[in-house]
């Protein structure tokens, strides 16, 4: 039956979620490795690591609910597919050697899909426990994302990071849908997410919520 | 009676409203006597422009009501004092010489209530048409506060712009309560405003209202 098996591609999305000051920085300054996020950084995850809606798929127990809850279940509840930078996979910037990283999650990472790394250096898929897999994707953002759209069957696919990854793909203009969530914190320097991206990206409001110590914005490509 | 006439200060609060791209400008790239909000930066106040809470006291006619309307009225109409910087007030960059500006607003300026311009050129001060006074400040922000805050009669003090006015108070730590209204545009480049702040300033979340076209994010002081 020709079409069963295709993919709909106009409904499957590229899309990204991201926690962001009020002065427009997504990590804080001098950013380590025992502290990535930099300085203050990790006050832009407040929010979601306490609600119950982001600690049952990590594994922790208890949580609160609020208006955060639906913003973050929406946008993480119709994923099929990751893609992330080599910083978010971690594993340091050089080849993957003999006894290689398997990312930062232990044997069952939260995704339960498939995942796309984009990196400069080759490696075999990985497979992890509870439908993660991790594919090194060597030859720039496009194949991923057709990689990724291939594998989510449908269903939308979500940047998970880290900045320059969302940067690439924005500054491409393939970035479908954007959720910013503002945090009420001033970092005063660190790493900003929306910078040197041409003025002829169009976007358009679809939604603010507001909720405890933080505001979403969501936003779509015009 | 004592108390009778004495300024209610802790009620009095130090403010100010702005237009702020996605990317976090206030005023697109290349600036110029023609278009001094740069490129793409009128962008940022369409949606205002077409209040029709904003035509009125601008003399205007038409214009609608939306969900900004009560934003913008709540925003200006317990506003006692306007301190505002010398761009804003306009009149070029040297002193004023013998036949001086009178600002951009005509005879009868929209606010109705006395303005303190930042300056480093002396003058006298200028009296217009409904209620409109300028009063220009040589001797420092803090000095404009108190000028104003004691004409304000207990009502608060709006800061008009431009950014640098509204960046040196905030660097002061003294602003009170600060309305950012983000506009889905990318500017790519111009000026900031939440550029250069120290971490320890802090803002609590008050309020998060979408409007059409824009989010109007509200934080005070904590």
Same mark, same amino acid.
């Given at each position: 039956?020709?079409?069963?098996?295709?993919?709909?591609?106009?409904?499957?999305?590229?899309? &990204?979620?991201?926690?962001?000051? *009020?002065?427009?920085?997504?990590?804080?300054?001098?950013?380590?490795? %025992?502290?990535?996020?930099?300085?203050?950084?990790?006050?832009?995850? +407040?929010?979601?690591?306490?609600?119950?809606?982001?600690?049952?798929?990590?594994?922790? +127990?208890?949580?609160?609910?609020?208006?955060?809850?639906?913003?973050?279940?929406?946008?993480?509840?119709?994923?099929?597919?990751?893609?992330?930078?080599?910083?978010?996979?971690?594993? /340091?910037?050089?080849?993957?050697?003999?006894?290689?990283?398997?990312?930062?999650?232990?044997?069952?990472?939260?995704?339960?899909?498939?995942?796309?790394?984009?990196?400069?250096?080759?490696?075999?898929?990985? %497979?992890? +426990?509870?439908?993660?897999?991790?594919?090194?994707?060597?030859?720039?953002?496009?194949? @991923?994302?057709?990689?990724?759209?291939?594998?989510?069957? /449908?269903?939308?696919?979500?940047?998970?990071?880290?900045?320059? @990854?969302?940067?690439?793909?924005?500054?491409? /203009?393939?970035?479908?849908?954007?959720?910013?969530?503002?945090?009420?914190?001033? *970092?005063?320097?660190?790493?900003?997410?929306?910078?040197?991206?041409?003025?002829?990206? /169009? &976007?358009?409001?679809?939604?603010?919520?507001?909720?405890?110590?933080? @505001?979403?914005?969501?936003?779509? @490509?015009?």
């Amino acid at each position: 039956m020709p079409g069963s098996s295709s993919i709909p591609r106009d409904v499957s999305k590229l899309k &990204f979620q991201i926690s962001v000051s *009020l002065d427009g920085f997504v990590a804080g300054p001098n950013p380590s490795e %025992e502290n990535p996020l930099g300085e203050g950084g990790e006050q832009l995850h +407040e929010w979601v690591l306490k609600l119950a809606a982001w600690r049952q798929p990590h594994g922790r +127990e208890g949580g609160e609910t609020n208006a955060s809850s639906p913003i973050f279940e929406a946008a993480t509840a119709d994923v099929g597919a990751t893609i992330m930078g080599r910083d978010m996979f971690g594993g /340091g910037p050089g080849p993957w050697g003999e006894d290689p990283w398997q990312g930062w999650w232990g044997e069952e990472p939260p995704f339960h899909h498939p995942v796309f790394v984009l990196t400069h250096h080759e490696r075999e898929p990985l %497979e992890l +426990e509870g439908g993660n897999s991790f594919t090194f994707v060597t030859d720039g953002i496009e194949s @991923a994302l057709t990689q990724a759209k291939q594998a989510a069957g /449908g269903k939308d696919v979500a940047i998970g990071g880290g900045a320059e @990854a969302i940067q690439q793909y924005l500054s491409a /203009g393939l970035v479908d849908e954007m959720l910013l969530s503002v945090v009420p914190v001033l *970092l005063g320097g660190g790493r900003r997410l929306l910078e040197g991206l041409a003025p002829d990206l /169009g &976007f358009e409001q679809v939604e603010v919520v507001e909720a405890p110590g933080v @505001a979403h914005l969501l936003y779509r @490509a015009a």
